[in-house]
């Protein structure tokens, strides 16, 4: 830093480094900015474990070199969304190493988003879905990945998946510029075939898309150790404990975490399997969720209709109407059809006959009244003996 500011870093005279986004093994990433175009990039700095490497290994050196070289034509020829592109290389020659120039993925990578909580097992088939079509399309072109794990998958923003840092892939037809005898890849997602020297087999990348998906649900490696001979040791020989938490996931992690290779699904049908786990369960007649269901209500009642005097209508219940047969003369033995004569609603009579009906019962009351009251005097006569007949018959 000097009295103006922060010293510009500018690469080939036009890509200018902004911050870093991370760092590894095989190098460092930045955000720079493209002066010629003015957009954002990500550009890998290829930058060795050991500085010294160049001068102490030059044949090391040039093999780092070739690879990254390699990473670069490789992504090139792959078009497909769930993979990295790259624009741009930067390469100085014999005894440097080169830039890459790469798009640059909005938001956090896979890793990142873990140290926040684990994933849905229906997250996770989705996420494995997103990373297996970009598998599918590396392989196609005869590329493998050898390297899959959280750190190299980036999440755009709508949440699909990238892969990136092809650093150490493999082309087929150009395995020798693999070192004798090196480890290339992180120990605890590597297939253990690969750790016994079996560099070709393309489902070696699906065990680590399993180990990938089983550390995304559970939250933790099931065979990391505290060395990475350990680690090694326990991918080849140690029985893999069965995830806990993912559910409908976990065959699909039995199938891919199996040593035997010949046993593991093919693309295809692991696709078959990611998107079954994706569907929600039963959906074939499957009931709407409590929440889902709308309360019942009553149909609204017609004030208007009630007379004056009668008060609110309490709560109506419906209740359900048994078919009507058409009449064919004769209900039944000895019995003869009966027609009740349609009465007309309450809503539809007028306010003169409404009080007119009133008047009618009133006077039909009334009239009830005064009958029952006759009748009662007449029993009561009729009952109560008569005390001159009983005197006359004394006298008698």
Do not use: C
């Not at 490497?53 to 780092?64: G, I, Q, T």
């Not at 149909?299 to 209709?305: E, F, K, V, Y």
């Not at 009662?376 to 007949?389: C, E, I, N, Q, Y």
Request: without cysteine.
């Amino acid at each position: 830093m000097n009295a103006g500011g922060p010293v510009r870093r500018v690469i080939d005279n036009r890509f200018e480094l902004v911050n870093r986004l991370g760092s590894g093994g095989m190098g460092m990433v930045w955000r720079a900015h493209d002066l010629a175009l003015h957009r954002d990039v990500a550009l890998k700095e290829v930058r060795p474990p050991d500085p010294a490497l160049a001068e102490n290994d030059p044949e090391s050196a040039r093999l780092l070199r070739e690879r990254v070289l390699r990473e670069a034509r490789a992504l090139a020829r792959l078009d497909h969304p769930g993979v990295v592109t790259v624009h741009h290389i930067v390469d100085g020659g014999d005894g440097t190493y080169p830039w890459i120039v790469m798009e640059l993925v909005p938001g956090a990578s896979l890793a990142e988003r873990l140290a926040d909580g684990t994933l849905t097992p229906a997250e996770a088939a989705g996420l494995g879905r997103g990373v297996l079509s970009a598998l599918r399309a590396a392989h196609a072109a005869g590329i493998l990945h050898r390297d899959v794990k959280p750190a190299n998958v980036l999440l755009r923003a709508d949440g699909s998946p990238v892969l990136t840092d092809f650093g150490i892939a493999a082309i087929r037809e150009s395995t020798s510029l693999t070192a004798t005898g090196s480890i290339i890849g992180s120990p605890d997602y590597m297939a253990p075939e690969r750790i016994r020297g079996d560099e070709g087999d393309p489902s070696s990348d699906l065990w680590s898309l399993g180990m990938m998906l089983y550390v995304a649900v559970e939250g933790r490696h099931p065979l990391r150790k505290a060395t990475t001979l350990a680690t090694l040791a326990a991918v080849l020989d140690e029985e893999i404990p069965p995830a806990r938490q993912a559910g409908p996931l976990a065959p699909v992690l039995d199938a891919l975490l199996t040593r035997d290779t010949a046993a593991r699904p093919g693309p295809e049908e692991l696709d078959r399997m990611l998107a079954a786990v994706g569907e929600p369960a039963g959906v074939p007649g499957a009931a709407a969720p409590q929440d889902s269901v709308p309360p019942r209500q009553d149909p609204p009642t017609r004030q208007d209709a009630v007379p004056p005097g009668f008060g609110r209508p309490g709560p109506t219940t419906v209740l359900p109407t048994a078919p009507v047969r058409p009449s064919s003369g004769t209900q039944g033995p000895g019995s003869r059809p009966v027609t009740t004569p349609p009465r007309p609603a309450p809503a539809t009579l007028g306010a003169q006959e409404i009080r007119r009906r009133v008047r009618r019962g009133r006077a039909v009351a009334i009239t009830t009244a005064l009958a029952g009251t006759a009748l009662t005097g007449v029993l009561v006569w009729s009952l109560v003996p008569d005390p001159d007949a009983k005197a006359s018959d004394q006298d008698t």
